[in-house]
C-alpha cells in the first residue's frame, strides 16, 4: 500500500502514515472486541465473515476506483477490520487443537508456518505483478484471492466452532498478579518484536547504501530469512517439550541479540547470507514461541491474550518506521541495527524477571 500510495498515486510518503494510523486503530479495536467476543462463547464463523467482506469491499473499490479517497475510506476501514481475521483465527487454535486432538502448541506453530509462507510467497508476487501489469491488477488479483478465501470459509470452517467460555478458579490477588504477568509477557513480545521491526525496516537501506550490496540483496535476504523461518517455526512444539517454553525463550531472545549484532556487522554478501539465515532461526521460534507464551498467562481468556500479542505486534510495526527514520537522519542505518539490539537486550531482561507461566509446556 506504501508503494501504491507513493510511487503509483504520487504523493509524499507521510501519506502512508495516516493511512497506517487509520488502518491499524480499525484493526486494533476489532480485534479487541471480537476477542471479547470469542471469550464469552461467541461462535467464531461470523467474526471472519465480517473480516472477509471487509478485505472483499476495500480490494473491489481500489480495482475500480484506485484515488486517495478510496484508500483513506473503504480501504483503510476494509482491510483494517480484514486484518482481524488473522487474530480471530489464531484464537480459534485452541478450539480446533482440541477438535482435531493436536496440542496447542503444535497447532500454533502450523498457524505461524503457515502465515510465514504467505508473507514469503505474497509481498514478491505483489511486485512482480505491479512491474509487469500495474499496480491497479494487484488489487484485482487480491479481490480473486478474497473470493477463494470466501469460498473455503463458507465450505470449511465448521458453524459452531468457538473457544467455549473458561472459569479459573483462584482469589482477586492471584488473578491480578496473573493480570501483571501477562502485561509483562505482552512488554517482553513488544520489545522483542520492536527489535525485529527496526532491523527489517532499516536493513534494506543499510546493505544497499551503507555497505555496498547490489539492489537484488536485500530482497534475496528477506527471503532465505523467512525460509529459515518456517523451519524454525516447526520445530518449537519439539523444543518446548524437550526445554520448556520460558528457558526456550529465554535462548531464542539471547540468540536475537547476537544475530542483530551480526546484522550490524555485515560488510559482506556471504556474511549478509549467513547473518539472514540467522535472523530467520531467531524470529521463526519467537514467533511460535511468543504466542503461547503469552496464552499460557490468561488460560481463561485466551482470546483477549491472543489479540494483545498481535496488537502490540502492529503496534511496534508502526512505531518502527519512525524510529528508524529519526535514528538515522541523526547517525546511520547501522546505528538501528545497534539499537534494535539494546532493544532485545531489554526483552531479554523483562523475561528474566518475569516468573514462569504455571503451565510452561
Known sequence: MGFFLVDGLGYEPWVISVYSVLALSLTLFANRQFARRIDGGAPVFPLVGIAIAGFLAATLSLSALPTIWMVMTIGAVGFGIGSSAVSTMFSLGGSMAE??????SRFNAYMRATTSTAWMIGPAVSFLIADQIG???????????????????????????????????????SQASASRQ??????????????????????????????????YAPGLAFSIKTFVEVFAIFSTPLIISRFGMRPALIATTLLAVITIQLLAAVQTFPQMLGAAALEGLYYGLYASLGISYVQSFATDRPAQATAMYWNTLMI??????????????????????HT??????????????????????
Open 99 to 104: 477438535r482435531h486432538e493436536i496440542a496447542r
Open 135 to 173: 499496480l491497479r491488477a494487484v488489487f484485482m488479483l487480491s479481490f480473486i484471492v478474497a473470493l477463494i478465501w470466501l469460498t473455503l470459509w463458507w465450505t470449511t470452517l465448521p458453524r459452531d466452532i468457538a473457544a467455549g467460555v473458561k472459569e479459573v478458579p483462584g482469589s482477586d490477588i
Open 182 to 215: 501477562l502485561w509483562l509477557a505482552a512488554g517482553f513480545v513488544f520489545c522483542l518484536s520492536l527489535a525485529h521491526s527496526l532491523t527489517f525496516t532499516s536493513l534494506p537501506v543499510f546493505y544497499v547504501q551503507e555497505v555496498g550490496l547490489p539492489g
Open 316 to 337: 511496534t510495526g508502526l512505531l518502527a518506521g519512525p524510529a528508524v527514520g529519526l535514528i538515522a537522519q541523526v547517525y546511520d542505518f547501522r546505528t538501528v541495527v
Open 340 to 361: 534494535a539490539s539494546g532493544v532485545a537486550l531489554v526483552a531479554a531482561a523483562i523475561l528474566v524477571a518475569s516468573r514462569a507461566p504455571s503451565k510452561a509446556g
